[in-house]
């Protein structure tokens, strides 16, 4: 083989690690990703589910009591006592 042909089988060498390195970063960053979605996934439901509470909350007290911290206050205590039951 002459040099030309062991320099460019060289390079491909290296530039073929390089290319197995990336691809083991890819592979275990996609794993960590899938990881942390599991772990998310749950919070992100509560989150949403609470965000939803807030909301009818919101509405209960704007069309329902008028603004009146009293029934404001009533209707959060049945609503959060039937969501905890």
Sequence with gaps: MDSRAKKLRHILERSQRATDIVAFIVR?????????HGIMAPIQE???NLSNAHKNLSRCEKHECGGDPNTTARILRACLCAHMS
């Excluded at 275990?28 to 942390?36: M, P």
């Design 28 to 36: 275990e960053t996609d794993a960590q990703l899938e990881e942390l």
């Design 46 to 48: 509560r989150t949403q």
